[in-house]
């Protein structure tokens, strides 16, 4: 993600600068600072419009699973119809169509599952990101307001 490559560079920035003797605190130049604030700033929304595409996504993958899953029960009762009146064969029949349709319930459920799970994992992972990035703006603007404050 281009949001770390800019932290990392930022980071590097940090450990080279110049320290201050006994405060912890380092030198650095605040239009350098600005400048990473503004590349931050710029590679945000791509990762949102990348949180929205999981979204859009993860609806897709649901409304192709229940598509298939009607698929699978339009089949089924197909198939219930097509089977003769005989007792024995309609007991089969039954079968297997309650058969399809379990099956069908299941495998709607598992795509459903699994869309869900791939969804709140990319959400998670982008949720980590944007918390770093949000986390690494507030430290850039405190060590702002503490070099401002000591001019």
Do not use: C
Request: aromatic share 4%.
């Amino acid at each position: 993600m281009e949001v770390l490559k800019i932290l990392d560079e930022m980071e590097d920035k940090l450990e080279k600068s110049p320290r201050i003797p006994m405060t912890g605190k380092v030198v650095l130049e605040i239009d350098l600072l600005y400048g990473f604030i503004d590349k931050i700033r710029s590679v945000i929304p791509e990762e949102i419009r990348q949180a929205q595409w999981v979204s859009k996504e993860r609806e897709r993958m649901l409304d192709e699973a229940k598509k298939e899953a009607e698929g699978l029960l339009s089949e089924a009762q197909e198939k219930t119809l097509k089977i003769a009146d005989e007792s024995q064969i309609m007991k089969e029949a039954h079968a297997m169509a309650k058969a399809l349709v379990e099956e069908a319930q299941k495998k709607a459920e598992e795509i459903q599952r699994g869309a869900n799970e791939y969804a709140f994992e990319m959400l998670t992972g982008l949720e980590d990101v944007m918390t770093k990035n949000i986390n690494v703006i507030r430290k850039g603007k405190s060590e702002l307001r503490n070099i401002k404050d000591e001019q």
